[in-house]
């Protein structure tokens, strides 16, 4: 059973431009997340889908990040436009069933962006 | 609010020897609790997890950890490392209020020869 994918792995633009970020989850995977880590800092929530839904989007930083999950399958993390601080590693999760705290949430290798 | 703290960034061990990488956690409502390790160029692995029943929780590749309620603290351990160890190592925790893994920073596990 293939795992998370994301694509790029890298990315590197200049401030200013528009990036997209694509995550496939598990195959089956209802819950789909978004997480990010700036460099040095901790790994932080970014928001959570059920299918095609947004349950929480809390963490998200502000509006020039935009989520998309088309048919509940894969998701898009579209930030537009970049800025010197969204440079990271952007990390996409996946999990099966919804037991609020408990289930396993499956991570893939994540994008690193660099924003010059 | 949760939040984790790892107490050292970066632990250096010999090959074999026995390792104990630190986390405490705040937190005002219950909480589970994990330790998720990075490979080199990979994603986040699951090593083990806290939900509930004996505190001493066993996950893959030999590593342990202890719940402490008292201490508030959720210590990885292994009694002897192996140069495949070689890693960073998170410390989360998740209520079952919201979605959201709270982690730590991390901390980065050298294995010396």
């Known amino acids: 059973e293939a795992g998370v994918t994301q694509f790029p792995s890298h990315s590197v633009i200049e401030k200013g431009q528009t990036v997209t970020l694509r995550c496939d989850p598990i195959?089956?995977?209802?819950?789909l997340y978004w997480y990010r880590r700036v460099m040095g800092k901790e790994i932080k929530f970014l928001l959570h889908?059920?299918?095609?839904?947004?349950?929480?989007e809390s963490g998200m930083p502000n509006n020039r990040f935009l989520a998309e999950r088309t048919g509940g399958t894969y998701s898009t993390l579209k930030v537009q436009p970049a800025e010197l601080e969204d440079s990271g590693v952007y990390f996409c999760a996946s999990s099966q069933e919804f037991h609020r705290g408990s289930e396993t949430q499956y991570f893939g290798p994540g994008t690193r962006l660099l924003v010059l | 609010a949760q939040s984790v703290t790892q107490l050292d960034s970066q632990v250096p061990v010999f090959e074999e020897a026995p390792v104990e990488l630190r986390c405490n956690y705040s937190s005002s409502v219950s909480v589970y609790l994990f330790w998720y390790v990075q490979y080199p160029n990979q994603g986040l692995q699951l090593l083990l997890k806290?939900?509930?029943?004996?505190?001493l929780v066993k996950g893959i590749n030999g590593f342990e950890a202890e719940f402490n309620k008292s201490q508030t603290s959720f210590h990885l351990r292994k009694p002897s490392v192996h140069i495949s160890d070689t890693a960073e190592y998170f410390c989360?925790?998740?209520?079952?209020?919201?979605?959201?893994?709270?982690f730590g920073k991390g901390t980065r596990l050298h294995i010396l020869p």
């Open positions: 989360a925790v998740r209520t079952n209020r919201d979605d959201k893994i709270i």
């Open positions: 889908f059920v299918k095609e839904s947004k349950q929480d």
């Open positions: 195959s089956g995977h209802d819950n």
């Open positions: 806290y939900l509930s029943g004996s505190t």
